[in-house]
């Protein structure tokens, strides 16, 4: 009984262990899954990671890229605009040498033109020839000027004097400056101002070019005997200016870039009357840097065309002062000395100022110049800039320092027109500054005005 007892119990203990045995086993395995489910939990988070991973270090591969593309456009795009300032500044320096160039020719013509003029006498054929080519001068100079405002205008060097004026003396002093033109085409052209004085702000000069410029507009494109009408009247805290004429009018097509640089349309192909598509394109913006506004309206082709003009009125109501004109030629002669290195130049304008009554002497180039100025004294010295040894600056400059106080008038011619020449003038010691080909009747104006200062001293 014993033994079997011992038996049973020994089964039981033995059943039991080999119970807890596989109950441990199961747990094991138990735990064995569960580590492994965290292990390819955290395998597969190791792998989203390092997809991540992978990813951010493309995209930062990407972002480098385009950084660098990014640096290099902006190293183009400064390269480009240092490429573009370098070929515009080239541009200006080119058309101004250009002028000057163009200009120097110019000169001589016109001022034989004016002594063609004065030996006509009663020759109508050789009044007439004289001023056919005194005509085509002053139409050269007018696109010279043109394209050297359309070059600076764009390159931001044309700066306004404003002021106070009356709308009336500008308005006035453009149609002086046209009606030669419009009376050799016999054109009619009919004034309709306000009886009020109109004061705007504005650059007397520059407005006067505006409105100039879109009379001649006018009067170059209508023909013979056509009329043209200027109009002006106050509208709304602004002052309105027209200009309408009768003539080839603007097609439907070609209106919306009437104003944009080199457009012309088609009723310039004939180039009977030349042009480059400029004037209009000056007009609009110095209109705009006035704070204005140009339109254009026209029927259609051979219906003539209206521009209209809208300035801001001025708010003050000061009597607003007129646009100053010259003095008359004194009746003394002056002793003067020309120096200029164009041989047929200098001798046409010494002999036109002699003509005058004025005593002349001259020399070809600046240091001959230098030494005769200080020879001897002269009233009035009329300088050419561009001159070989020594130029005209320097020139002027030596004058000064050797003559402080008893230095004469000093009158610059030159090619050049821009701000910083007339400075660099003024600077060396030019009392005054014209701009190749000087009209005849401006400079023995100039020289008559010198001399009466001259002698009021």
């Not at 039981?12 to 199961?26: F, H, K, P, V």
């Not at 056919?132 to 359309?150: G, H, N």
């Not at 005997?225 to 309408?244: F, K, N, T, Y």
């Not at 004037?279 to 840097?289: D, E, S």
């Amino acid at each position: 009984m014993g033994t079997l007892n011992g038996s049973a119990v020994g089964s039981e203990q033995r059943s039991l262990m080999n119970e807890a045995t596989m109950q441990s086993g199961a747990a094991v395995e138990r735990q064995l899954h569960e580590r492994i489910a965290v292990l390819e939990a955290e395998l597969s988070h190791a792998r989203v990671l390092a997809r991540e991973r992978d990813r951010l270090e493309e995209q930062v591969i990407q972002l480098r890229e385009a950084n660098e593309h990014l640096v290099m456009a902006a190293v183009s795009a400064q390269s480009l605009r240092d490429l573009a300032e370098a070929t515009n500044r080239r541009q200006t320096e080119f058309l101004a040498m250009l002028a000057h160039e163009l200009r120097n020719p110019l000169a001589p013509l016109s001022m034989s033109a004016s002594l063609l003029q004065s030996y006509a006498g009663s020759s109508g054929q050789l009044a007439h020839v004289a001023g056919v080519v005194r005509r085509q001068v002053d139409q050269m100079a007018r696109l010279l000027d043109d394209l050297l405002d359309a070059a600076r205008i764009s390159s931001g060097k044309i700066t306004l004097s404003v002021r106070p004026l009356a709308l009336g003396a500008a308005l006035d002093q453009a149609v002086e400056t046209v009606a030669p033109r419009i009376r050799e085409r016999a054109q009619v052209l009919d004034l309709d101002l306000p009886g009020e004085e109109l004061g705007i702000e504005g650059d007397p000069v520059r407005l006067t070019q505006v409105f100039a410029n879109l009379l001649g507009n006018a009067s170059k494109y209508t023909g013979n005997g056509g009329r043209i009408v200027l109009r002006a009247w106050r509208e709304a805290g602004e002052v309105v200016v027209q200009v309408s004429d009768n003539g080839s009018g603007i097609s439907a097509e070609m209106l919306p870039q009437i104003f944009d640089l080199f457009i012309q349309g088609p009723r310039s192909l004939a180039r009977s009357e030349g042009g480059l598509g400029i004037g209009l394109n000056v007009v609009r913006n110095l209109v705009g840097m006035h704070g204005g506004s140009v339109t254009v309206d026209s029927p259609g082709e051979g219906q003539g065309s209206i521009f209209t003009v809208r300035l801001p009125l001025a708010a003050s109501v000061t009597p607003v002062p007129e646009l100053p004109t010259g003095r008359s030629t004194a009746e003394g002669a002056a002793r003067i000395l020309l120096i200029e290195d164009n041989v047929d130049a200098c001798d046409t304008l010494c002999t036109l100022l002699e003509l005058a009554g004025h005593e002349v002497a001259v020399a070809y180039d600046g240091q001959a110049g230098l030494a005769a100025a200080l020879a001897r004294r002269y009233d009035i010295v009329i300088c050419d800039i561009g001159l070989p040894g020594i130029d005209g600056l320097e020139v002027m400059d030596r004058l000064r320092a050797a003559r402080e106080h008893d230095k004469p008038f000093a009158i610059a011619l030159s090619g050049y027109g821009q701000a910083e020449d007339r400075q660099r003038a003024v600077d060396a010691g030019f009392d005054r500054y014209l701009v190749k080909p000087v009209a005849p009747e401006t400079l023995l104006e100039l020289v008559g005005e010198l001399r009466e200062l001259g002698q009021a001293t």
